[in-house]
């Protein structure tokens, strides 16, 4: 029996300490950090950033040449095709102009050996398509930004969240302990004949209520540190992060308007600069292009000999006068596309300046919510204080006093509410009007 329990007593140690290592606490700043090298929206979006940069990069082709190698084996016993690989060897002799070996060559082998390059000199379309390409980068890299920034405001949303948990657990606990007292005293008070049974009874419910909100006020701290892993990209494996305690953050900053330099609004001017470029890259393809081209070659009538070399060069100016109307309807897409982003851009500056708007009257809402609970908290405390002497002498009922302990308990409730609830606006308002510079 002796064993047994040592052996219990082991393996509950055993599960506390386990349970204690899994036990983590973070700060506010400490998490967004993690979430902005781990999020996997925040590697999603820098790697369209990387995917963007690939994608110019390819229009390096631009100004860079084109080189090509290549080795080719011909047979053949076309007498013109004969000839000519006598002429590419460099080895025509007076016999091979006999009439009969001209019309009757027989099998001839060829062996090449071909080098060539293509340099563009000027294509001013695809130059503005370059330019083209480099604002869409841009893009990316701002909306890679603003990706950061939101997944900073999850991530003090979630951290508020999960303070929340713990406060409503302890005011819960605080409750229950406020409870247990009166219950205790309310069964001494029937044991003397003082009370009806009736007052033990709800007494011992409001233990029960309040027990239970407890294994659900653990159930939310748990569920809510499992989404503050997700946003910083860990897994939860049961791990279990404390917070600090929940308090109302007053922010220090002082603008707090719409600006310009905001990354999603920087993102689609760049768009627009973007749309712009293919306009230019359109109206361009009207004009000629010019390139440069050569090649230089080994021929000889024997695989893997490199002798008989010639070359070829050249300048190639071209003029495409008509597409079958392909670049005038390709210049009037790209033309109404940078008008529709700007459209978009125009509509999403009021949208968020409303935004802006409203979440600035819904902080000043939580700052007088949050004045009113404070208040309402301590009237229900002096409440409670009152009815707790009557009832020691009598003069209060047992329900009058259970009512006044659940409404003081509700009230800090909702003022940790009230608060979190400003944390979360701060949080948003510092999301809308934060700047790229």
């Known amino acids: 029996m002796k064993k047994v329990i040592i052996i219990t007593l082991s393996t509950i140690w055993l599960g506390l300490q386990v349970e204690?290592?899994?036990?983590?606490?973070?700060?506010?700043?400490?998490?967004v950090e993690i979430a902005i090298s781990n999020n996997s929206n925040v590697k999603m979006a820098g790697w369209d950033t990387k995917i963007a940069n690939a994608n110019y990069h390819q229009t390096d082709a631009v100004f860079?040449?084109?080189?090509?190698?290549?080795?080719?084996?011909?047979?053949?016993?076309?007498?013109?095709?004969?000839?000519?690989?006598?002429?590419?060897?460099?080895?025509?002799?007076?016999?091979?102009?006999?009439?009969?070996?001209?019309?009757?060559?027989?099998?001839?082998?060829?062996?090449?050996?071909?080098?060539?390059?293509?340099?563009?000199?000027?294509?001013m379309d695809l130059i503005y398509a370059r330019k083209g390409a480099k604002a869409q980068e841009e893009v990316y890299k701002y909306?890679?930004?603003r990706t950061k920034e939101y997944i900073e405001f999850e991530v003090r949303k979630a951290y508020a969240g999960l303070q929340m948990s713990y406060q409503a657990r302890n005011i819960l606990q605080r409750s229950l302990d406020d409870v247990k007292q009166i219950h205790q005293s309310v069964s001494n008070f029937y044991d003397q004949g003082l009370v009806q049974k009736s007052d033990v009874l709800n007494a011992q419910v409001q233990v029960n209520t309040i027990e239970a909100a407890l294994v659900k006020a653990e159930s939310n701290i748990h569920n809510a540190s499992d989404g503050l892993c997700l946003l910083m990209g860990q897994e939860a494996n049961d791990k279990l992060y404390t917070t600090d305690s929940l308090v109302q953050e007053i922010s220090l900053h002082q603008a707090r308007e719409l600006l310009s330099f905001r990354s999603d609004i920087m993102a689609l001017n760049k768009a627009i600069d973007a749309t712009g470029m293919l306009v230019k890259s359109s109206q361009m393809a009207f004009l000629p292009r010019i390139n440069a081209f050569g090649s230089y070659g080994l021929n000889d009538s024997k695989a893997f000999k490199f002798r008989n070399d010639s070359y070829l060069v050249g300048i190639n100016l071209s003029w495409t006068i008509f597409s079958g109307n392909q670049n005038r309807s390709k210049m009037k897409s790209a033309q109404f596309q940078r008008d529709r982003m700007q459209e978009e851009l125009n509509l999403h500056i009021k949208k968020e300046q409303l935004e802006l708007s409203k979440t600035k009257r819904d902080l000043n809402?939580?700052?007088?919510?949050?004045?009113?609970?404070?208040?309402?908290?301590?009237?229900?405390?002096?409440?409670?204080?009152?009815?707790?002497?009557?009832?020691?002498?009598?003069?209060?009922?047992?329900?009058?006093?259970?009512?006044?302990?659940?409404?003081?308990?509700q009230q800090k409730?909702?003022?940790?509410?009230?608060?979190?609830?400003?944390?979360?606006?701060?949080?948003?308002?510092?999301?809308?009007?934060?700047?790229?510079?």
């Open 365 to 409: 809402d939580a700052q007088i919510e949050i004045n009113k609970q404070k208040l309402s908290v301590e009237q229900a405390g002096e409440a409670l204080r009152i009815l707790s002497n009557r009832h020691r002498e009598g003069l209060a009922s047992t329900t009058d006093l259970l009512m006044a302990q659940a409404q003081l308990s």
């Open 413 to 437: 409730l909702l003022l940790s509410q009230s608060i979190m609830s400003y944390n979360i606006t701060e949080a948003y308002l510092n999301f809308l009007s934060k700047t790229n510079v």
């Open 143 to 145: 909306k890679a930004e």
């Open 20 to 31: 204690a290592q899994n036990i983590r606490y973070i700060s506010a700043d400490e998490a």
């Open 64 to 123: 860079l040449p084109q080189i090509t190698v290549g080795y080719t084996a011909l047979s053949t016993n076309n007498p013109l095709n004969a000839f000519g690989f006598l002429l590419q060897q460099e080895s025509v002799t007076a016999m091979d102009f006999d009439p009969a070996k001209l019309n009757n060559p027989g099998a001839s082998q060829n062996y090449s050996t071909q080098v060539e390059a293509k340099l563009p000199l000027l294509n």
